[in-house]
Structures are given as C-alpha cells and as structure tokens.
C-alpha cells in the first residue's frame, strides 16, 4: 500500500556532499516522523536524523553541523543533505517513517515504521 524510495546515494570524495531523498507514495493520508537511519558493513543500525511533521529536528551527534534534514509535507518526501563528508559517513542509508494510510478495503490505518530498501553511500578517494 505505502512504498518509500531513496534516492541520490553514490561515491564521492571525501570533503564532497550528497543529497538523499526518500519519497513515499500510496494512499497516504500523512505522514508522522520521518528519520534517516544508517548501517556500516559490520555495524548496528543507527539513527542519523529526525523530523517530526511541524519541522522539529535532532541530529546524532556524529553528523551534526554537516547534515540536514528537511521535508516537504506535499510532496511526501524527506530530504538528508551530507556536507563535509568523510569515510566515517561510509554505509547503506535507510529513510524510515510513521503513516496514516488507507488499507485496499480502505480503512484507515497507521504504521509506525515502514521502511525504504536503503541507499548506498560510498565516501572514498
């Protein structure tokens, strides 16, 4: 019923940027918190970033001051923007929402984590 999709992972440089977007689409009614998790090869999932619906953000300290996360409640997307990045920041990122949507006998339901299939970022020289 809901899908989430990343987009805009790749290799870059370390000292570069990246843009990653996740968009979710079905029958969405809306959307609650949205957050940006990460997983390095051999690591824990982590939370990277948060947003509530009303704009309030929370960063983990390892990623504060280089990124942001912003979203557009219209179009159903939450954005990470990654400056400064180094090899640290190296990992599969995984965007992660709660959403009011409307099940195919279109009841209205709420799941709290649905899940995009992750986006590779890859900072290396």
């Known amino acids: 019923q809901v899908q989430l999709v990343e987009s805009g992972g790749g290799l870059v440089q370390p000292g570069g940027s990246l843009r990653l977007s996740c968009a979710a689409s079905?029958?969405?009614?809306?959307?609650?918190?949205m957050r940006w998790y990460r997983q390095a090869p051999g690591k824990e999932r982590e939370l990277v970033a948060f947003?509530?619906?009303?704009?309030?953000?929370n960063y983990a300290d390892s990623v504060k001051g280089r990124f942001t996360i912003s979203r557009d409640n219209i179009k159903n997307t939450v954005y990470l923007q990654m400056n400064s990045l180094n090899p640290e920041d190296t990992a599969v990122y995984y965007c992660?929402?709660?959403?009011?949507?409307?099940?195919?006998?279109?009841?209205?339901?709420?799941?709290?984590?649905?899940w995009g299939q992750g986006t590779q970022v890859t900072v290396s020289s």
């Open positions: 947003i509530t619906r009303s704009g309030t953000t």
């Open positions: 992660n929402a709660g959403v009011h949507y409307e099940d195919y006998r279109n009841v209205r339901r709420y799941e709290p984590n649905y």
């Open positions: 079905g029958s969405i009614f809306s959307i609650n918190t």
